[in-house]
Each structure stands twice: as structure tokens, then as C-alpha cells.
């Protein structure tokens, strides 16, 4: 059996109408860049998300630096953020000429670790970037509590987030931005690269607005220099069509990480995912954990199950980054998630046959490992014959 890391196609193939003839009405208007199709977007996203303003960009990587670079934040500056994201969370901090400084990460959710973040401050740190990674919120409360008492901004990195949440709040509207990405493989995923701001104050909102349009408040007048990152309009209307899916999508997923976990759990050598207590995961990904991952992933990849590592290298330790003089050990949860994380299948049309199977080849690839144990003891576990609920 094939399990491919995520189906697009399948998603497309579900909702195909609905979308060409979005796509359509975009091509008839030649309505090809910004317009009213991504003016609408904003406005759904915005209420999606609980924020007065959404400002729609040309992808993730250039939401966070828009976010960052129009509160200010520039050379001299440190934005402290974790080492365990995507290399656009650092690389939003450096393109603005500031200095990302890392702080390590909770073993449970693999978020922020709040309680580290009073040592890494210093005169010169002016903002904190929390990632919600894998579709769970970092926590929130202590983090907005530090940046309150020390006039630091908070800038969500909610890239792999969408709809996720944090007591009762959206993913995206704690701190003063939120910072998406609707690359196609996201939960909330375009045809090509695109991004969104949410934020509440009008006046951020209007310096990104600006900003992504060569600092022009009206055409061909310039208030200051800005860049071209603009959202295409058919990744606006697609998106429009999508979001109405999204709530649906992320209980699939969440449905599927509730399979997944009756399957593996009790299992030895595996360790699972763990949802907080403070909100709800959207499971952009299932990441488990092994002590074996690298034989693991080569195991199951011989078996047609197709894994992902979220990320092998920290950032701290990444050639990009060897100008900040971190060696091995410097984050050690960091360094260990990178060791012993994998990415299993997930996506809102995963089967639970495609569930079931790649268990038990993970069962199978530990019996075997365990020198000792008798073989063909693997049974099928607590799999319930009765998924979906
Ligand atoms: C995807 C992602 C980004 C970057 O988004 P792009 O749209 O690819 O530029 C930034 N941060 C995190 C955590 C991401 O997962």
C-alpha cells in the first residue's frame, strides 16, 4: 500500500467545481494581482481569525519580515524565537538586520519554553516570535505576560496553524500579528505561495498594506521604500473557497491523529504527539517520536509509507547560521527533537486502512528491532474496526 505524506490532489478532486470556477472568474476579470478577490479574502480572514485586519501577502517567509520590519525592528535589534521552525522564522529576522536569539523549547509540545526567555532578554531585544508548530499553539499566557512587562512585540509565526487554539482564542490573534502561510501543503493552502498579517491596530495593518506595495499610499506615489509582495488573485479566490472548508478539514485531521493514536499508543519505542491542556491541535502535522527515527523512516519509506522530518538540522546549528557560534548542546531539546522526530502521513483525506497499515509497520519495524523478542507477536492493537466514529 502507498501512504503518501499529503494528497493534494485528493483535496483538489473534492471541491474541483467550486474552485474552477473561482480560478475562472479570476482569468475573466484578468483581476491577476491584489483586486477584489483578494480584498475578500482579507475580509473572511480576518473574521476567521478574530482580528480587525488581515492583510494579504506573497507568502509566509514575507509576512513575518513585513510584520517585523513595519513595527520597526531593524539593525542593532534582537527578536528572540525558537531554534526548532522553519528557517523563514529566522531568516524574517535577519532580512530586517536584527539578530535572532534563540531560547530552547518544551519537550511536550515542542513550543516555546516561556520559563527561558527571561535569560535570553537584554537592552537590546525588542520583540519575541513564538511558533505554533505542528498545528499546536506555543503557550501563550506566560510568553504575553514577559512581553507586557518588558515592552517587547509578540509576532505569532501561526504558519502551520490555521484554525488552531489557545484558550478559547485563535491561533494568530494573541499577540500584536499573526503570520501565515497558505504554501499548498498547509492546512489552509493556495495554488502557488501565499501569506496573510492579522493584526488589530489599524496603523501596522496600513504600514504592511505599504509596505508590500513599494511604500505607495496611492499609484506612483512613494511614502517610503517598500518591496513588491503582493498576493496574486487567484491564490486569493481559491483561498476563499478553501477557508469555507477549513473548520471541516482540521477535525479530519484531528479525527485521523485520534486513529493514529489508538493504533500506536502503548507502544513501545514510540513516543506520540501531545495535545496541551490550553488548546486545540489542527495537526498540520503528526509528528512522533523515536530513539530509532532514522532506521525507522527508512523502514517504513521500503513499505510505500512516505515520512517527513520536521526539521533534521535546528537553526542554531544550520551553515546559514554558523555566524552566531552555537556548537552541539547549545539547545538540547531542540537538538533532540531534531534527532528523534518523524512526520507521519497526515492530511484531512488520509484513510484509516492507510492509518492502520502504517501502525503496524511501525509495530513491525520495532518488534524486529527487539533482538530477543519472539517475532510475529504483532497484532493489531487498540486499532478500532470503527473509524470514523
Ligand atoms: C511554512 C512556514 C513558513 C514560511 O511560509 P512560506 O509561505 O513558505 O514562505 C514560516 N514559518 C513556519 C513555521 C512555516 O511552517
Given amino acids: 500500500m502507498i501512504v503518501p505524506f499529503l494528497d493534494l490532489n485528493a483535496q483538489y478532486r473534492s471541491i474541483k467545481e467550486e474552485i474552477d470556477a473561482a480560478v475562472h472568474a479570476v482569468l475573466e476579470e484578468c483581476a491577476f494581482i491584489s483586486g477584489p478577490y483578494v480584498a475578500r479574502f482579507e475580509e473572511e480572514f480576518a473574521l476567521f481569525c478574530g482580528r480587525r485586519h488581515a492583510v494579504a501577502v506573497s507568502s509566509g517567509t514575507s509576512a513575518l519580515w513585513l510584520a517585523l520590519c513595519s513595527m520597526g525592528i531593524g539593525p542593532g535589534d534582537e527578536v528572540i524565537t525558537v531554534p526548532n521552525t522553519f528557517i523563514a522564522t529566522a531568516e524574517a529576522i535577519s532580512r530586517c538586520g536584527a539578530q535572532p536569539v534563540f531560547v530552547d523549547v518544551e519537550e511536550t509540545t515542542f513550543t516555546m519554553n516561556a520559563a527561558l526567555i527571561e535569560r535570553a532578554l537584554t537592552p537590546r531585544t525588542r520583540a519575541v516570535v513564538p511558533?505554533?508548530?505542528?498545528?499546536?499553539?506555543?503557550?501563550?499566557?506566560?510568553?504575553?505576560?514577559i512581553a507586557a512587562?518588558?515592552?517587547?512585540?509578540?509576532?505569532?509565526?501561526?504558519?502551520?496553524?490555521?484554525?488552531?487554539?489557545?484558550?478559547?482564542?485563535?491561533?494568530?490573534?494573541?499577540?500584536?500579528?499573526?503570520?501565515?502561510?497558505?504554501?499548498p501543503g498547509k492546512n489552509l493552502g493556495a495554488f502557488?505561495?501565499?501569506?496573510?498579517?492579522?493584526?488589530?491596530?489599524?496603523?501596522?495593518?496600513?504600514?504592511?498594506?505599504?509596505?508590500?506595495?513599494?511604500?505607495?499610499?496611492?499609484?506612483?506615489?512613494?511614502?517610503?521604500?517598500?518591496?513588491?509582495?503582493?498576493?496574486?488573485?487567484?491564490?486569493?479566490?481559491?483561498?476563499?473557497?478553501?477557508?469555507?472548508h477549513l473548520a471541516a478539514w482540521n477535525e479530519s485531521r484531528r479525527g485521523a491523529a485520534g486513529f493514529y493514536r489508538k493504533c500506536l499508543e502503548g507502544m513501545e519505542g514510540v513516543a506520540l504527539p501531545e495535545e496541551a491542556g490550553y488548546g486545540k491541535?489542527?495537526?498540520?502535522?503528526?509528528?512522533?517520536?523515536?530513539?530509532?527515527?532514522?532506521?525507522?523512516?527508512?523502514?517504513?519509506?521500503?513499505?510505500?509509507?512516505?515520512?517527513?522530518?520536521?526539521?533534521?538540522?535546528?537553526?542554531?546549528?544550520?551553515?546559514?547560521?554558523?555566524?552566531?557560534?552555537?556548537?552541539?548542546?547549545?539547545?538540547?531539546?531542540?537538538?533532540?527533537?531534531?534527532?528523534?522526530?518523524?512526520?507521519?502521513?497526515?492530511?484531512?483525506?488520509?484513510?484509516?486502512?492507510?492509518?492502520?497499515?502504517?501502525?503496524?509497520?511501525?509495530?513491525?519495524?520495532?518488534?524486529?528491532?527487539?533482538?530477543?523478542?519472539?517475532?510475529?507477536?504483532?497484532?493489531?492493537?487498540?486499532?478500532?474496526?470503527?473509524?470514523?466514529?
Fill in 192 to 244: 502557488g505561495d501565499a501569506g496573510a498579517v492579522v493584526t488589530d491596530d489599524p496603523e501596522l495593518a496600513s504600514r504592511i498594506r505599504m509596505m508590500r506595495d513599494h511604500g505607495q499610499p496611492r499609484k506612483y506615489h512613494h511614502d517610503f521604500i517598500g518591496w513588491n509582495d503582493r498576493m496574486d488573485g487567484i491564490q486569493g479566490a481559491v483561498l476563499s473557497v478553501k477557508l469555507g
Fill in 131 to 145: 511558533v505554533h508548530l505542528y498545528g499546536q499553539c506555543a503557550d501563550m499566557d506566560p510568553i504575553m505576560e
Fill in 149 to 183: 512587562s518588558r515592552n517587547l512585540r509578540v509576532v505569532e509565526d501561526a504558519c502551520q496553524s490555521h484554525g488552531a487554539q489557545y484558550r478559547g482564542r485563535q491561533a494568530g490573534s494573541i499577540g500584536d500579528a499573526g503570520c501565515f502561510s497558505f504554501y
Fill in 281 to 389: 491541535h489542527v495537526f498540520h502535522i503528526f509528528g512522533i517520536r523515536s530513539g530509532n527515527r532514522d532506521r525507522l523512516l527508512e523502514y517504513l519509506s521500503g513499505r510505500g509509507i512516505q515520512c517527513g522530518i520536521h526539521y533534521p538540522v535546528p537553526i542554531h546549528l544550520q551553515s546559514a547560521y554558523r555566524h552566531l557560534g552555537f556548537g552541539p548542546g547549545s539547545y538540547p531539546v531542540a537538538e533532540k527533537i531534531a534527532r528523534e522526530a518523524l512526520s507521519l502521513p497526515m492530511y484531512p483525506e488520509l484513510k484509516p486502512e492507510q492509518i492502520r497499515f502504517t501502525s503496524e509497520e511501525i509495530r513491525k519495524f520495532h518488534t524486529m528491532a527487539q533482538s530477543g523478542r519472539e517475532s510475529g507477536t504483532e497484532g493489531s492493537g487498540n486499532c478500532s474496526r470503527t473509524y470514523p466514529p
